[in-house]
């Protein structure tokens, strides 16, 4: 039987009699109590990767199978028509990898396509045909389910099949997010036959949503594999859907398209190791090195919502956002991404540190702080918000583990919908920078940058966390902030995802934060930052701020490995655990 752990995110400390490793390994035998959890976005997808641990399939087994059922419950956030990054530890190795699905510009891409009388214009390229990228998801998930799964594939998506074709109950969440964006809906015949009532009304909570289409198209994956998105005839379809809202992909496009398994990034942050993705995204980069910074200074001896670290939070991550933008992009392109060797120097940490020191010097030092500077307040209704992304993390008996973040970019992508498929095709051109100079200017076939950062963490080479959030340019900042709340405040971790978050543009010098966090704590922190800082006011438990979700292991030497899961409140998140 499986329970689901956390429905809005109602908590986690999982506990129960533990259960030994299902297999011989080369390493210390690692016994999980409870064998298996899955946290997701959603509770038919969490119980979708526990169903499949339970039926004997390992962590791939269940992280496949958790994204095409986040594919079908989450239409709005990612699918076969998008792309991610995985990140794996192996529990006989010992090691990480990285699998980058991210999809790619079409080849056919020339800079007249976004480019309106000789200036960059990104608006071309925000919905409709000229949106969309070549989806990777299938192709990527498809393949490291043939490398490492135990299941057959019809039986792993399975699951996804079934609440596609029987259809489930529209939570608060998906009718609001349908609601926001009937107008992109109502642009494609197809998208609205399947997402608006009659092709008009947005579902309400509680109605069913039914996808026949998609049913048929996670079928065919199942018995074809990936040849039923990525051979000629498919690959045809979607390239014509595309072309006829204005677009360039072409079949070829879809067919030549391949992942890249790529090294995974190290960190480390209070003695523990740290594990995430590099180029083409920049958010794990970011998440490293503003840890890093705050490696130097003493925060435990702080509290979350001192204005001090508050203030220090946002100069490190300002500074780690600033300057990956100026490098990170598609390592594949010449003259991109080649800087960032240095971005997680100590030369780039000493030189980081010694300006805060400069700035904060005074409030680090413990002197009075006055308070400054007026509060905007900033709706944050589902209307105004664009969404992006989904992230889930699973953890089997053996201790393998998978966090995962795919995506189509903004809620429902680009609005186009392949018909008699099912697939919302992303937009994630608009992903791309589009001012003269930059690293991460469109190109034929290059990857768009992106703030994409699962994280595994491990502590004397042995698992502690897997953990992500969605939520663009937002993502590192909330996992930084998860990280120090876990690791230095001694936070649960559903208490340090359930806690008011921050979030800071360093261009722009922006700082937005839930309003949770009191008014006159933010007046602190804008005496301490200085003028040309400007502060906005979020909805008390925002989903502006992300939707994170991860597990976390607790252990203690004559008992089995405890298990927690974290599950996000912000979007529909979910624990399920193996036996309940």
Request: charged share 20%.
């Amino acid at each position: 039987m499986i329970r689901w752990i956390g429905f809005f995110a109602v908590t986690c400390a999982l506990s129960m009699m533990g259960c030994a490793s299902r297999s011989m390994r080369t390493q210390e035998q690692l016994a999980l109590n409870p064998p298996g959890v899955v946290a997701a976005a959603h509770p038919l997808a969490a119980e979708t990767g526990v169903e499949i641990l339970e039926a004997g399939g390992n962590a791939i087994d269940a992280a496949v199978a958790t994204a095409f059922a986040l594919n079908v419950v989450e239409p709005f956030a990612s699918g076969i028509g998008g792309g991610g990054f995985l990140l794996y530890y192996d529990a006989v190795t010992g090691k990480v990898s990285v699998r980058d699905f991210r999809e790619k510009a079409p080849a056919d891409l020339s800079p007249h396509h976004y480019r309106v009388k000789g200036v960059s214009e990104s608006s071309t390229m925000h919905s409709g045909g000229m949106a969309v990228a070549v989806p990777g998801m299938a192709r990527g998930l498809l393949a490291m389910h043939a490398e490492h799964g135990r299941l057959s594939r019809e039986r792993v998506l399975g699951p996804a099949i079934k609440h596609a074709e029987s259809g489930f109950e529209v939570s608060p969440t998906l009718a609001g997010i349908l609601a926001s964006k009937a107008d992109l809906l109502k642009k494609d015949k197809t998208a609205s036959s399947i997402f608006l009532v009659d092709g008009g009304a947005p579902y309400k909570p509680g109605d069913i949503l039914v996808q026949r289409d998609l049913s048929a198209t996670l079928r065919a994956i199942a018995i074809q594999g990936e040849s039923a998105v990525y051979g000629p005839d498919m690959a045809h379809h979607i390239a014509d859907a595309v072309r006829v809202r204005g677009g360039i992909l072409k079949a070829s496009d879809i067919t030549g398209y391949s992942f890249v398994d790529r090294e995974p990034v190290p960190g480390s942050y209070r003695g523990y190791d740290l594990v995430t993705i590099g180029p083409p995204s920049s958010g794990g980069l970011t998440l490293l090195m503003t840890l890093s910074v705050l490696d130097r200074f003493d925060v435990q001896k702080m509290s979350p919502e001192d204005p001090v670290y508050l203030a220090l939070f946002a100069e490190a991550f300002a500074a780690a956002q600033t300057a990956c933008d100026r490098v990170v992009a598609d390592p594949s392109f010449a003259g991109t991404g080649t800087q960032t060797s240095k971005l997680l120097s100590d030369a780039w940490i000493d030189r980081t540190v010694a300006d805060i020191r400069s700035r904060l010097g005074n409030a680090l030092a413990g002197a009075p702080v006055a308070g400054r500077a007026e509060i905007a307040k900033v709706s944050s209704d589902l209307s105004r918000f664009p969404g992006n992304t989904t992230h889930f993390s699973v953890i089997d008996a053996d201790g393998n583990m998978v966090a995962l973040t795919q995506t189509i970019n903004y809620w429902f992508g680009s609005g186009v919908v392949v018909p008699g498929t099912g697939i919302v095709l992303n937009n994630e051109m608009y992903d791309f920078s589009f001012e003269e100079g930059s690293v991460n200017l469109p190109e034929p076939g290059k990857r768009p940058r992106s703030s994409i950062s699962p994280l595994i963490i491990l502590q004397d080479g042995k698992p502690v966390a897997a953990i992500g959030t969605p939520g663009g340019r937002r993502i590192p900042s909330a996992l930084a902030q998860i990280v120090v709340r876990c690791i230095d405040f001694d936070q649960d971790l559903q208490s340090a995802i359930d806690a008011p978050r921050v979030h800071i543009n360093g261009s722009d010098h922006v700082f937005s934060h839930e309003s949770r966090i009191p008014t006159e704590t933010i007046r602190k922190v804008a005496g301490i930052l200085g003028e040309e800082w400007s502060f906005r006011e979020r909805n008390a438990m925002d989903a502006y701020f992300g939707g994170a979700q991860g597990i976390w292991l607790g252990r203690d030497s004559d008992k089995p490995v405890s298990v927690y899961g974290g599950a996000d409140p912000r979007r529909d998140g979910a624990v399920a655990r193996v036996g309940h």
